[in-house]
T-cell receptor, first 114, second 113 residues
Framework: DAGVTQTPRHEVAEKGQTIILKCEPV?????LFWYRQTKIQGLELLSY????????DGGAFKDRFKAEMLNSSFSTLKIQPTEPKDSAVYLC????????????FGPGTRLTVL | GDSVTQTEGPVTLSEGTSLTVNCSYE??????LFWYVQYPGEGPQLLFK?????EKGSSRGFEATYNKEATSFHLQKASVQESDSAVYYC????????????FGSGTKLTVEP
């Protein structure tokens, strides 16, 4: 089975641009997570979906970050407008719906905002 | 709220020496505890998880015991190898969404030959 797929792997944006990151979860997984990873803050949860419904939306990220599940096998994370402090690795993960299921992570998208 | 504190990195060891990465947690619930490992250029992957207090988890020579009294979950390995070089994350489940993980800051381990 294919794992979690994320595209692009690298993205460079100018300040103020809109960027869209994409994620395809493991087939059959109903839970999908977006994280931001930085050296200083580590792994921070941005959004959590269950069966396409938004379950948790990281409070600190609401204003310029919007995650969506367009269908059960595709999710996007839009950052609008981008700022240099958004430079980070953005990770997508998925898991089965049952409690305490293992999260499977994609390789991440490295975003650099100039 | 729920939080995890782990050994500040980076940690550099010689092959064959022992490893301990400390992990302490705070939560009002009864969490499941996890160790994840992240290799360069990859996302984190589960090393093992322990859902019950006083039980031990292990994988690939790594082990940790869920100590409810001390609220700790320290990662140990008796003899590290160069291939163990990675970032290690301690994590716990959140409440009320039990599938949400709260991660520690990560500990970067470098093992020298």
């Amino acid at each position: 089975d294919a794992g979690v797929t994320q595209t692009p792997r690298h993205e460079v944006a100018e300040k103020g641009q809109t960027i869209i990151l994409k994620c395809e979860p493991v087939s059959g997984h109903n839970d999908l997570f977006w994280y931001r990873q930085t050296k200083i803050q580590g792994l921070e949860l941005l959004s959590y979906f269950r069966s396409k419904s938004l379950m948790e939306d990281g409070g600190a990220f609401k204003d310029r970050f919007k995650a969506e599940m367009l269908n059960s096998s595709f999710s996007t994370l839009k950052i609008q407008p981008t700022e240099p402090k958004d430079s980070a690795v953005y990770l997508c993960a998925s898991s089965l719906e049952r409690g305490l299921a293992e999260q499977f992570f994609g390789p991440g998208t490295r975003l650099t905002v100039l | 709220g729920d939080s995890v504190t782990q050994t500040e990195g980076p940690v550099t060891l010689s092959e064959g020496t022992s490893l301990t990465v400390n992990c302490s947690y705070e939560t009002k619930q009864y969490p499941t505890l996890f160790w994840y490992v992240q290799y360069p250029g990859e996302g984190p992957q589960l090393l093992f998880k322990v859902p019950k207090a006083n039980e031990k988890g292990s994988s690939r020579g790594f082990e940790a015991t869920y100590n409810k009294e001390a609220t700790s979950f320290h990662l140990q390995k008796a003899s590290v190898q160069e291939s163990d070089s990675a970032v290690y994350y301690c994590a716990l489940t959140g409440w009320p969404n039990y599938n949400v993980l709260y991660f520690g800051s990560g500990t970067k381990l470098t093992v020298e030959p």
